[in-house]
């Protein structure tokens, strides 16, 4: 059983930045994602990383401030997510997901994904 952990989340600024970790128990190859779940709203995906780097995927509206990152002894057992210029409408419970594939590109679909974290809170003062 692979363990998932996520980091890093708590309080900023609009404007603020944060950087979540993402650390798997095992070393595993697989493509890794953020999604993230609102208050009332659906788990979205806003990020994604293949294994080894070579595809990124960014939801519209994070593209530009959040960037998405592995560890950088290429283990890819760390996974990042350095959030910047933050704002209220990033208020949300952030997931890291792994998935079990590590070929191809990575999937925005969450169902392709079967180890999550148990999610970290990020909440965005105006």
């Known amino acids: 059983q692979v363990n998932v952990v996520e980091s890093g989340g708590g309080l900023a600024q609009a404007g603020g930045s944060l950087r979540l970790s993402c650390v798997t128990s095992e070393h595993i190859l697989a493509h890794a994602a953020w999604f993230r779940q609102a208050p009332g709203k659906q788990r979205e995906i806003i990020a994604a990383?293949?294994?080894?780097?070579?595809?990124?995927?960014?939801a519209a509206p994070v593209k530009g401030r959040f960037t998405i990152s592995a560890s950088a002894d290429n283990s890819f057992d760390t996974v990042y997510l350095q959030m910047n210029n933050l704002e209220p409408e990033d208020t949300a419970v952030y997931f890291c997901?792994?998935?079990?594939?590590?070929?191809?590109?990575?999937?925005?679909?969450?169902?392709?994904?079967?180890?999550w974290g148990q999610g970290t809170q990020v909440t965005v003062s105006s």
């Open positions: 997901a792994r998935s079990g594939r590590y070929s191809g590109v990575p999937s925005s679909s969450g169902t392709s994904y079967g180890y």
């Open positions: 990383l293949s294994w080894r780097g070579e595809d990124v995927y960014y």
